[in-house]
């Protein structure tokens, strides 16, 4: 009975090594907006790879604080192209890793039909108690809407009416909630197999605000990990590419 | 240095935690003495709701005052059709929140008061013909006066460190619902540190003083 049961101990210690040699773990950073696409990719990243990608979704500019001051993330899917070059130049990154992984797309999105028109007029009229946006402090797509907002010249009019949520994220639940009337999200936040999954959204022109041109980075902690640089070639592979774009993001 | 973002921050937290102890203390004196006096057999479940703060994450009553207070929930269907809009992004709507997440650390203290005060004070008060107000005014409220101390100087001092329900149902806007933490934490997300460690050590300094203070005066026996 004993020796049966060590047989059964030794052969799990056995395969667990086995699979571990194989299959490693990679932890990643992820910004708040590709949360639902990254959640796709790396399902079949690990079905592909065997690899594990544990996932920490945030706002960049956290997570540009945390890695500065030591945190174990590997690999980084920024929400703009700034804070890897600004990791790059601090030699937190591994060098020549760095590439764009999907450039997003800024909309403007309600809850409610028939309440945000497809030219973007209702900023105009302001005829609402609150509009959210990311903070431009952190959230790339937080300064790309306040850069909207000054475009059209009514950043001024209504900046009283603005909520800031402290990431993408938060900013959906605050108009999702109906608690905002109205906000400026990224569009793979509301958008499901190629159209507006509810509501009523205007999609922002791309020339209202700076490219949200958003790279990746392979960072120190992760030099040396097969892992890491094993999820960095699966982001530019067709595979994630169509999940990417399913999504509305552009390539 | 501070800014006048941080000034206005501070102003509005030492606001946000006044309001929310008195109205705390109007709430909580007659839950606090009802849970201390009653035989019923709901005092087990209002402690419990009472308490409830302590244990629940902050994102728990976030998210539930958030879904509570939109336009689909009671509370805000309720807001909305009394003319007072909607509670979230609002001065009102984090006195709201505050109220409930600083509840035990008012109510507590309160109710340990009146337990201590004991039947024999209430009698001699009945003898004496006083009327149930009277005895509370001239009785309960003297002997149970430390306890209104520290329930004061808790609420206030929990209202000023709360984080997660006013980033939850606050939206950080200035002047209205940015308060100190809430600054704290956009500094270092923005890695302004140094004006970070100017509120930080701050908040440390105050709430230091002020449990010190609280301590001494239990252990100095000063009434």
Redesign the interface.
Same mark, same amino acid.
């Given at each position: 009975m004993i020796s049966a049961i060590r047989r059964v101990l030794a052969a799990t210690v056995l395969a667990l090594g086995v699979t571990h040699a194989l299959a490693a773990e990679v932890q990643v950073a992820v910004a708040a907006n590709f949360t639902a696409p990254m959640h796709k990719i790396a399902a079949e990243f690990e079905r592909d790879t065997g690899h594990k990608a544990r996932l920490a979704f945030g706002?960049t @500019?956290?997570f540009?604080?945390q890695i500065r001051n030591g945190a174990p993330f590997e690999v980084f899917l920024a929400a703009d192209d700034t804070t890897p070059l600004k990791l790059e130049q601090e030699g937190a990154t591994v060098a020549g890793s760095r590439f764009t992984y999907a450039i997003g797309k800024l909309v403007l999105w309600s809850a409610q039909p028939g309440v945000v028109d497809d030219k973007g007029e209702v900023l105009r009229r302001g005829a609402f108690?609150?509009l959210?946006v990311a !903070?431009p402090? %952190?959230a790339p797509y937080g300064v790309a809407a306040m850069e909207v907002l000054r475009r059209l010249g009514v950043a001024e009019a209504l900046a009283a009416k603005?909520? %800031? @949520?402290?990431n993408i994220a938060?900013t959906h639940?605050?108009v999702a !909630? @109906?608690?905002?009337e109205l906000g400026f999200v990224a569009l793979s936040q509301v958008w499901a197999d190629g159209r507006l999954a509810g509501g009523s959204a205007w999609l922002v022109p791309a020339e209202l605000h700076a490219p949200l041109r958003q790279d990746a980075v392979i960072l120190a902690a992760g030099r040396d990990k097969p892992a890491a640089r094993a999820l960095a070639e699966y982001l530019r592979g067709a595979k994630a590419a169509a999940i990417i774009k399913s999504y509305g993001y552009g390539q | 240095m501070m800014d006048a973002a941080d000034l206005a921050a501070i102003r509005l937290t030492l606001e946000l935690a006044a309001v929310t102890t008195a109205i705390l203390l109007v709430i909580g004196t007659p839950v606090a003495w009802w849970l201390a006096r009653t035989r019923s057999v709901l005092k087990g479940a209002v402690g419990a709701v009472v308490a409830l703060p302590l244990v629940l994450p902050p994102t728990v009553i976030g998210f539930y005052l958030l879904l509570l207070m939109g336009p689909h929930g009671p509370v805000g269907q309720l807001t909305q059709a009394l003319g007072l809009g909607l509670l979230p992004f609002s001065f009102a709507g984090l006195v709201v929140g505050s109220v409930f997440y600083s509840l035990p650390f008012v109510v507590q203290p309160l109710q340990q008061a009146f337990e201590a005060i004991g039947e024999r004070p209430l009698e001699v008060a009945a003898t004496l013909r006083a009327g149930a107000l009277d005895t509370f005014f001239s009785v309960v409220l003297p002997l149970a006066r430390p306890g209104f101390v520290t329930a004061a100087v808790l609420g206030f001092a929990h209202t000023v460190g709360e984080f997660g329900v006013v980033l939850m149902i606050g939206g950080n806007i200035p002047e209205k619902t940015r308060v100190v933490s809430v600054q704290i934490y956009d500094h270092v997300e923005a890695l302004e540190y140094a004006q970070a460690h100017w509120l930080s050590a701050g908040m440390v300094a105050f709430s230091f003083l002020v449990l010190f203070l609280l301590y001494s005066r239990k252990r100095g026996g000063m009434r």
């Open positions: 706002a @500019g956290k540009y604080a108690a609150h959210a !903070s402090k %952190t603005l909520v %800031t @949520g402290e938060q639940q605050f !909630s @109906g608690n905002a | -």
